[in-house]
């Protein structure tokens, strides 16, 4: 199909190849009938999800550690990165790092791991640590971490 636009104006042709390569439409009838005329067969683009969220300041005297690990694949390339936040929101501070060959549990659970020794080496004793596995948080409440990760 992209062949068959090579025949066009260049305004045409790139009309022709955004529409064969998936630009979204605003639905609008110029849009449709420009389409149809094409003759490109259209799909429903994903409907957009917007929710509502509160990002809350630790109290005075504690800080906040986000946290996020993944892997691409459950067992691929993997990566980790954290933020420390003070009682007034400055960022205190900040880390992230590739991993390696891992699985997302282990990547989340190494996060939390170095999110932590932030806080612990320069004496803030007070930390409050948000990571959005619910298993990795479980493993820690638990005492039950990877082995693989006990030495960190």
């Not at 109290?59 to 550690?65: P, R, Y």
């Not at 980790?80 to 205190?92: F, R």
């Not at 409050?128 to 820690?140: G, I, L, M, Q, R």
Request: charged share 20%; proline share 3%.
């Amino acid at each position: 199909m992209i062949k068959a636009a090579d025949n066009k104006s260049s305004y045409m042709k790139d009309l022709w190849i955004g529409s064969i390569l998936g630009g979204c439409l605003y639905n609008t009838q110029e849009d449709l009938n420009t389409i149809h005329g094409l003759r490109v067969s259209g799909r429903p683009r994903k409907e957009t999800l917007i929710k509502s969220c509160f990002w809350e300041l630790p109290s005075m005297g504690e800080v906040k550690i986000n946290t996020d690990g993944e892997s691409k694949g459950n067992l691929g390339k993997g990566g980790v990165g954290y933020i420390i936040k003070n009682c007034e929101g400055a960022v205190l501070w900040a880390g992230a790092k590739g991993l390696g060959t891992t699985t997302s549990f282990l990547a989340k659970c190494q996060v939390i791991i170095q999110g932590v020794k932030g806080p612990a080496s320069n004496g803030w004793l007070v930390a409050w640590v948000e990571a959005d596995s619910v298993a990795a948080v479980k493993a820690f409440q638990s005492g039950v971490i990877p082995w693989s990760l006990q030495g960190e």
